[in-house]
């Protein structure tokens, strides 16, 4: 089974007509997971609600974010919404909802430590462009970082590493853990891109960020070089007892939001290699938003969690 932490309440976060980050990216997924063949092995879990829980999530996020920027969001949001920066709208539900996405992050942190197994959080808003006192790029709170320090805390786990494949470096996820020698950062994106950040050449306060920075117009050709020569050495490397993938998909040739020119499939061979380190992954949704390959390409990670083969790069190189 493979556990997949969802709400319709992630629904609720409204960012307007024609935003490119928007629900029906989550209906989308939702509808081909129920279709896909093996949609009985979908553990379905509701995140643990933010009532009840919300000083916890408060003192977590509060470890990346600046307590003024928090009830920045809330105050925008709890007056009606409006703009946190030109590509950042929320509505009134808007803060809760990013409470409850943060709150699934943590569940996942808990899941798949408990388990030992992947698991997956269908949630937005997205996350890896957040600061820690600004919003950016359609992201309000820092996800992945604020789920690798959580998971920080729990007994057995000593280091963290967070691959992030989606098409536009993490700004905000790298800003908020360099300077932690527990975590490690890696991010494969396009450059020139959105948001400019991500030089080569950064490598954090501990050698422990890596930053691949992939020319337009590449494909899985260049991806498979970066994996094979860099993403798994340096990985391999730190060791991690939890990956976090920042499961972006919006590398694919039909995204409107990028140039680069992967298939869905292909997301099932970055899966092969980050079950090639721990099969303790926390997948946790951010961009892409052509969505028929976004649902495709989420499927594709999912079976290959579900069905990975004795080799699972076999056939995949060369």
Not at 79 to 107: F, H, K, N
Not at 195 to 207: I, M, S, V
Not at 220 to 230: I, K, N, P, R, T
Not at 244 to 257: E, F, H, K, M
Request: with cysteine; charged share 20%.
């Amino acid at each position: 089974m493979l556990p997949v932490i969802y709400s319709d309440d992630f629904l609720l976060h409204k960012t307007g007509m024609l935003h490119p980050e928007r629900p029906e990216r989550l209906t989308a997924i939702v509808n081909a997971l129920k279709a896909a063949p093996w949609a009985a092995q979908i553990e379905w879990q509701l995140p643990t609600p933010v009532s009840g829980h919300e000083q916890k999530l408060l003192s977590e996020i509060k470890k990346v974010h600046a307590l003024g920027y928090i009830r920045e969001v809330e105050h925008l949001a709890h007056r009606g919404g409006g703009y946190l920066d030109g590509d950042t709208p929320i509505s009134a539900e808007s803060y809760d909802v990013a409470m409850l996405a943060v709150s699934a992050w943590l569940d996942g942190v808990d899941r798949v430590w408990a388990g030992g197994e992947p698991a997956f959080v269908l949630a937005r808003p997205p996350g890896h462009h957040a600061e820690r006192d600004r919003a950016m790029g359609f992201c309000l709170f820092s996800n992945a970082a604020i789920a690798a320090n959580y998971a920080l805390k729990q007994e057995g786990i000593n280091r963290v590493a967070i691959l992030d494949w989606d098409v536009h470096h993490g700004n905000g996820t790298q800003s908020l853990v360099e300077n932690c020698r527990q975590i490690a950062y890696c991010s494969l994106h396009q450059s020139p891109c959105y948001p400019g950040t991500g030089e080569a050449d950064e490598r954090g306060a501990y050698d422990n960020v890596l930053n691949i920075p992939l020319y337009p117009g590449g494909g899985m050709g260049e991806y498979l070089a970066a994996f094979e020569s860099q993403v798994m050495p340096f990985l391999s490397k730190f060791e991690p007892d939890l990956l976090i993938v920042s499961a972006g998909y919006d590398a694919t040739a039909a995204d409107p939001l990028a140039s680069m020119n992967l298939t869905p499939s292909d997301y099932a061979t970055f899966t092969g290699y980050c079950l090639q380190l721990t099969r303790r992954i926390l997948f946790g949704l951010e961009g892409g938003y052509a969505l028929k390959d976004l649902a495709e390409s989420v499927v594709a990670t999912m079976e290959r969690c579900l069905h990975e083969p004795e080799n699972p790069m076999s056939g995949t190189s060369g």
